[in-house]
């Protein structure tokens, strides 16, 4: 494991450790932001500690995160993107389906990425050319038709899905990505991923030796200075084989957009 990716994992797990002291089972207060999504005090305590560990480790490094940081001033050629707590919605209703996201990307791309779900003891780590482990044991991606499809509670109502693949919503795009580099599912689909959703999941999908792609629309990578990364939504389409892809994109087709 490199010094980055090793920095990026034991991150995430301190991360975790202060969204831990927040958790609880009941539940806790959120508010919604103006796309809608929920936030706790909780993802800007993550944010922050974040931040503020790799401004002390990588000084000469941008970070581009959800809470904190939205967009890029300036080219970026060494960048860290993050999302302090990925699964806001689980967590602030007391479901165990949440972690942490940290990216590293090279020239816009992504290089690394390290995810930590603390409730389920899940610690994803990958590395473009080394690639995807689950708590260190290598990941590999499987296309077998008992795998299920992972998606979002988007693509549920707003497309037609003849996919013969057993269907789950967990509530977490970053998971969702996971679930496919790990052979639990074959493909997943998340409509509104955000780029700090995917960036980590990204690598651990395709050092897993699967694909990703975007289902409509430009990609996200390279990212580039002055893109409101905020307001950008990228339908992420992810799968074990790029056959799987197009067998997706024939099966989920839209019904009310």
């Known amino acids: 494991m490199s010094e980055r990716l090793l920095f990026a994992a034991e ?12 958790y609880s089972p009941d539940g806790l207060p959120a508010v919604r932001k103006a796309d809608h999504t929920l936030v706790t005090e909780a993802d800007v305590a993550a944010d922050r500690l974040i931040a503020a560990a790799l401004g002390e480790a990588y000084p000469q490094d941008a970070i581009l995160s959800e809470e904190l940081q939205q967009s890029l001033d ?3 050629p060494s960048l860290w993107v993050i999302d302090p707590l990925d699964g806001t919605t689980n967590f602030s209703r007391g479901l165990r389906h949440w972690g942490v996201s940290i ?9 690394l990425g390290a995810i930590y779900f603390p409730l389920l003891n899940e610690l994803y780590t990958a590395q473009r050319g080394a690639g995807a482990f689950l708590n260190g044991a290598p990941l590999h991606v499987d296309s077998s038709p008992d795998a299920f499809f992972f998606c979002c509670s988007r693509t549920i109502q707003h497309y037609r ?21 790990r052979g639990v599912a074959s493909m997943s689909l998340d409509m509104t991923c955000k780029v700090w959703d995917i960036a980590a999941g990204w690598v651990v999908v395709t050092e897993a030796g699967g694909v990703v792609e975007m289902f409509a629309g430009p990609a996200p990578f390279p990212l580039s ?11 992420t389409l992810a799968a074990a ?11 989920i087709v839209a019904i009310n957009l």
């Open 74 to 76: 300036a080219p970026a």
């Open 161 to 181: 899905l003849t996919l013969t693949n057993k269907c789950r919503v967990v509530g977490s795009a970053a998971y969702d990505l996971c679930a496919v580099g």
């Open 11 to 22: 991150l995430a797990r301190r991360a975790a450790d202060t969204l831990c002291r927040y």
């Open 241 to 251: 084989s790029p056959q799987l892809l197009q067998t997706a994109r024939q099966k």
């Open 103 to 111: 990216a590293y990307l090279q020239d816009g791309w992504p290089e």
């Open 225 to 235: 200075a002055g893109q409101p990364y905020d307001r950008l939504s990228f339908p």
